[in-house]
Each structure stands twice: as structure tokens, then as C-alpha cells.
């Protein structure tokens, strides 16, 4: 697998974890894998390379279906997500 095929993945990743309507578990899935990523960035062996790259391929497939269903029952936004109007002076 080469580099910019991980890259892919990570993105879509990335797209798929930034897609959930909760707040909550929109930043947790987007720490989760950046953590994950950031922690094999250093693997050498090429066995334990594919390993990680499996793991992440059969996680993307559970990301996306999640991110659905996330889609589909949308609760209230959290004021912390709210975005701040601009003042005008």
C-alpha cells in the first residue's frame, strides 16, 4: 500500500468522523484517529503495516455507517457549537 493510498484513507477518515451530528462523538472520533494514525506513523515492518491498514479500512466502513445513522436522528446543537454572530461597529 503506498503512502498516498494511507493518506486517503486517513482523510477519508477524517471526512467521515467530522460528519457526526453529536458533538461529542464528532471530536472523540476525530481524536481517535488522529491518535491512531499519529501512533503507526513510525512502523517499519511491513506485516504490522498492512495489519494497521486493515484495522483502519474495516473502522472507515463502521465511521461511514455511523456517520449515517448520526444523519438521520440530528438532535439540537449544543451551544458550544453555536456558531458566534459578528458584531458590526
Known amino acids: ?8 484513507l486517513y482523510r477519508k477518515m477524517l471526512k467521515y ?16 484517529v488522529k491518535e491512531s494514525f499519529r501512533q503507526n506513523k513510525s512502523l517499519q515492518d511491513k506485516e504490522a503495516i498492512l ?13 461511514q455507517r455511523q456517520a449515517q445513522i448520526s444523519q438521520m436522528y440530528r438532535g439540537e446543537r449544543l451551544v458550544i457549537e453555536a456558531e ?3 458584531r458590526k461597529i
Open 84 to 86: 458566534t454572530p459578528t
Open 17 to 32: 468522523s467530522s460528519m457526526f451530528s453529536d458533538y461529542n462523538f464528532r471530536e472523540y472520533s476525530l481524536a481517535r
Open 51 to 63: 495489519k494497521a491498514v486493515e484495522k483502519a479500512q474495516k473502522n472507515l466502513g463502521v465511521l
Open 1 to 8: 500500500m503506498s503512502r498516498s493510498e494511507v493518506l486517503r
